[in-house]
């Protein structure tokens, strides 16, 4: 079952990109370098066009949220959703990151799950070149930043499991600072209007509607962590009970079944999941 509007934002993406990404969607077995669905600079604009289309078929039917937060590249949908920027722009901008991602080489990155907090904190603060690129919840974190300072930590944390990931660069940490700034001087191009609902940014997970707070927010993403166990503490703060996470997978409810008490959770990852 197709969304209405997918051919047309299927048809922009691909032209903005300068290759088929229906296609490369529907071939995501293959393995032939730039045409490949793995590659971030055609995952990032995919994944966009399909929660959106997912956002705006929840929106016809009426439902509107009290908060929205997207986690990393769900960032950028989560302003979508709140109409603070539309779809061609929303594109645009993840051409430009995907493609600053993809070339941001150097860096590495270890996701570490069950750990004493104090002790981590007290190695990553004493680690020169490591930090927290995202905060998942009290008993999962990433690590990100030089290879030898996030083995340094890694290998002295007591923690349950240690999962180096397969990634191009160190993201959301200062090694990105270069691809920061050029980020930042296309964000600078775009419109952004006031939300409609308030947004939960990852750089800073107070609730607000205000346009350039919500710009000025996204331009520290790539260098900064994603606070998303703040960002659940300020859900449940707020008295949020029942959350609905957009896209492939269920990993953002399972964090939150595990870290807010009392909440209910759906997922929405295709047309079926829609309720037509």
């Not at 229906?22 to 490949?36: M, T, V």
């Not at 439902?63 to 950028?76: D, N, V």
């Not at 290879?147 to 999962?163: G, H, Q, W």
Request: glycine share 8%.
């Amino acid at each position: 079952m197709s969304l209405p509007g997918a051919e047309e934002r299927f048809d922009f993406a691909s032209e903005l990109l300068g290759r088929d990404l229906l296609a490369i969607c529907r071939e995501s077995n293959n393995s032939n370098g730039f045409d490949d669905l793995n590659d971030t600079r055609n995952t990032q604009p995919a994944l966009f066009v399909v929660e959106s289309l997912l956002v705006d078929d929840l929106l016809r039917q009426g439902r509107k949220a009290s908060l929205i937060a997207g986690h990393s590249l769900g960032e950028i949908v989560a302003l979508y959703a709140a109409q603070v920027i539309d779809a061609k722009n929303a594109l645009r901008l993840l051409k430009r990151r995907s493609e600053l991602m993809a070339t941001a080489g150097g860096g590495a990155m270890t996701a570490l799950i069950g750990f004493d907090r104090k002790e981590l904190e007290e190695l990553v603060n004493a680690t020169e070149g490591a930090v927290i690129a995202n905060d998942n919840s009290s008993a999962q974190v990433v690590l990100s930043g030089a290879p030898n300072a996030v083995k340094t930590v890694s290998d002295a944390l007591i923690c349950k499991r240690a999962i180096p990931l397969k990634v191009s660069g160190a993201f959301h940490s200062p090694f990105m600072a270069e691809a920061s700034q050029a980020f930042a001087a296309e964000l600078d191009e775009v419109n952004f209007k006031n939300a409609l609902i308030p947004v939960l940014s990852n750089a800073d997970p107070i609730p607000t509607c205000d346009a350039e707070v919500l710009r000025q927010r996204l331009k520290k993403q790539m260098v900064s962590g994603v606070r998303w166990r703040e960002t659940m503490d300020v859900m449940a703060d707020q008295g949020i009970n029942t959350l609905v996470e957009i896209g492939p997978g269920n990993i953002l409810s399972g964090l939150a079944k595990r870290s807010m008490k009392g909440v209910t959770t759906s997922q929405i990852s295709n047309a079926s999941d829609l309720g037509h």
